[in-house]
């Protein structure tokens, strides 16, 4: 009997072996849609990091997480203003003299470094070229008002470095994240700690790439920033200098400005955190001001040319840019052009307001020479100006000025 049935279980495990041998050849072939690479199974996925909870639970914890290194940054600036009667009063000699102000001035930034470094926009902390800053301040998520002074400022990279020293209760530095990684519809999260409305936070998506806007700065003149994020996250008052966060709590930018609520509702730019980390290395490395900005400059001030101007200069030609003001030694005085000219044509193009004319000469490189059509006092006349560079401080007035 014994010796019946051992060759009977021989054969018996012998099939066994040979049909699981067979049923894993037969996976591996015919289930090559739910195999990893090679063909070997898919592996078990491992439980959310965390833990499965809602995108609200991840955006809450994402804000915990970074407001803290959150600041507030408050500045009084002191000057001198003129102010005139009338924006073309100063064709006949017709200004105020010279008045002391003094402003209050509020932004965002964020902790930086653990030595006391803290990031903003240079339009938070650079006050106009009449005027100076008298007090600088950093307001903390714990209440504490710690004093500041700026390190480094890039007018065009609209970045900053303030530093506050010895406050031995900083909180963390916060983690830059890779913006070139980000795609459209990733949750964004701006934070803010304007003074009128601290603990500011709203949430949006990034929404678009590459942007190039000009964008108003605080001093009423407009700069051309390229390469932004643009986010639906509503950037408040104040908000500026303050990050943009994603999800997991990584600063993928620095506020900066909102879109002009007539040509856009709900739009918001920020500088990329890619742009922040390279200019960040580069003004550690360069304290101070940066004057450059690699934007034309020729020093006039620029208006419309209405039925009042006209009549004040009397002029009765085509369409065209009023000169309404010149600044002494800029390269548009060494051309010779004085309030009350008026601004036909510029490269061979025929300018009708100030924002062509303005956008012609900051597209010109420094150094390039810009050739004008001019009506001056009943003569037209060319004018060749030689573009310069504009000053990283330059204070421009409520008239747009290049």
Same mark, same amino acid.
Do not use: C
């Given at each position: 009997?014994?010796?019946?049935?051992?060759?009977?279980?021989? &054969?018996?495990?012998?099939?066994?072996?040979?049909?699981?041998?067979?049923?894993?050849?037969?996976?591996?072939?015919?289930?090559? *849609?739910?195999?990893?690479?090679?063909?070997?199974?898919?592996?078990?996925?491992?439980?959310?990091?965390?833990?499965?909870?809602?995108?609200?639970?991840?955006?809450?914890?994402?804000?915990?997480?970074?407001?803290?290194?959150?600041?507030? /940054?408050?500045?009084?600036? *002191?000057?001198?203003?003129?102010?005139?009667?009338?924006?073309?009063?100063?064709?006949?000699?017709?200004?105020?003299?010279?008045?002391? $102000?003094?402003?209050?001035?509020?932004?965002?930034?964020?902790?930086?470094?653990?030595?006391?470094?803290? &990031?903003?926009?240079?339009?938070?902390?650079?006050?106009?070229?009449?005027?100076?800053?008298? @007090?600088?301040?950093? !307001?903390?998520?714990?209440?504490?008002? &710690?004093?500041?002074?700026?390190?480094?400022? *890039?007018?065009?990279?609209?970045?900053?470095?303030?530093?506050?020293?010895? $406050?031995?209760?900083?909180?963390?530095?916060?983690?830059?994240?890779?913006?070139? @990684?980000?795609?459209?519809?990733?949750?964004?999260?701006?934070?803010?700690?304007?003074?009128?409305?601290?603990?500011?936070?709203?949430?949006?998506?990034?929404?678009?790439?590459?942007? +190039? +806007?000009?964008?108003?700065?605080?001093?009423?003149?407009?700069?051309?920033?390229?390469?932004?994020?643009?986010?639906?996250? %509503?950037?408040?008052?104040?908000?500026?200098?303050?990050?943009?966060?994603? /999800?997991?709590?990584?600063? /993928?930018?620095?506020?900066?400005?909102?879109?002009?609520?007539?040509?856009?509702?709900?739009?918001?730019?920020?500088?990329?955190?890619? /742009?922040?980390?390279?200019?960040?290395?580069?003004?550690?490395?360069?304290?101070?001001?940066?004057?450059?900005?690699?934007?034309?400059?020729?020093?006039?001030?620029?208006?419309?040319?209405?039925?009042?101007?006209?009549?004040?200069?009397?002029?009765?030609?085509?369409?065209?840019?009023?000169?309404?003001?010149?600044?002494?030694?800029?390269?548009?005085?060494? =051309?010779? !052009?004085?309030?009350?000219?008026?601004?036909? @044509?510029?490269?061979?193009?025929?300018?009708?307001?100030?924002?062509? !004319?303005?956008?012609?000469?900051? =597209?010109?490189? %420094?150094?390039?020479?810009?050739?004008? +059509?001019?009506?001056? @006092?009943?003569?037209?006349?060319?004018?060749?100006?030689?573009?310069?560079?504009?000053?990283?401080?330059?204070?421009?007035?409520?008239?747009?000025?290049?």
């Amino acid at each position: 009997m014994k010796s019946r049935l051992l060759p009977t279980l021989i &054969v018996a495990l012998s099939g066994a072996v040979i049909g699981s041998f067979a049923m894993m050849l037969y996976a591996s072939t015919h289930f090559a *849609n739910v195999a990893g690479p090679n063909n070997t199974p898919p592996a078990i996925s491992a439980a959310p990091v965390y833990g499965g909870a809602s995108d609200q639970d991840r955006i809450v914890s994402a804000v915990k997480r970074v407001e803290p290194s959150v600041v507030a /940054i408050d500045l009084v600036v *002191n000057g001198q203003q003129v102010f005139p009667n009338d924006p073309f009063s100063q064709f006949f000699g017709g200004n105020a003299p010279p008045q002391r $102000y003094q402003a209050r001035a509020s932004g965002s930034g964020f902790v930086y470094k653990s030595n006391g470094e803290i &990031v903003t926009n240079a339009h938070v902390v650079t006050p106009p070229s009449n005027g100076t800053i008298s @007090r600088l301040e950093v !307001l903390f998520h714990n209440g504490d008002h &710690v004093p500041a002074h700026v390190i480094s400022t *890039n007018i065009n990279a609209d970045l900053a470095i303030i530093k506050v020293d010895g $406050y031995s209760k900083l909180p963390p530095p916060v983690e830059l994240g890779n913006s070139d @990684r980000l795609e459209a519809g990733q949750w964004a999260i701006a934070i803010g700690e304007p003074l009128q409305l601290q603990h500011s936070v709203t949430v949006g998506v990034v929404s678009g790439f590459n942007r +190039e +806007e000009p964008i108003r700065d605080e001093n009423g003149g407009y700069i051309d920033f390229k390469g932004l994020l643009q986010t639906s996250a %509503p950037i408040n008052p104040g908000n500026s200098g303050g990050p943009l966060v994603d /999800i997991d709590g990584r600063v /993928i930018g620095v506020n900066q400005s909102t879109a002009s609520p007539t040509t856009a509702q709900g739009i918001g730019f920020a500088i990329p955190s890619n /742009i922040v980390r390279s200019q960040m290395a580069s003004l550690e490395q360069n304290p101070g001001v940066h004057q450059g900005t690699n934007v034309g400059f020729i020093g006039a001030q620029l208006g419309s040319l209405n039925n009042s101007v006209r009549q004040q200069i009397n002029y009765n030609g085509p369409v065209g840019v009023v000169v309404a003001q010149v600044l002494s030694g800029t390269p548009a005085d060494q =051309a010779g !052009l004085q309030p009350g000219d008026i601004i036909l @044509r510029a490269n061979g193009q025929g300018v009708t307001d100030p924002q062509r !004319l303005i956008a012609i000469i900051r =597209a010109a490189k %420094p150094g390039q020479q810009l050739s004008l +059509e001019v009506w001056s @006092r009943g003569i037209k006349r060319l004018a060749t100006v030689s573009v310069s560079e504009r000053p990283a401080d330059y204070y421009q007035p409520t008239q747009q000025q290049p």
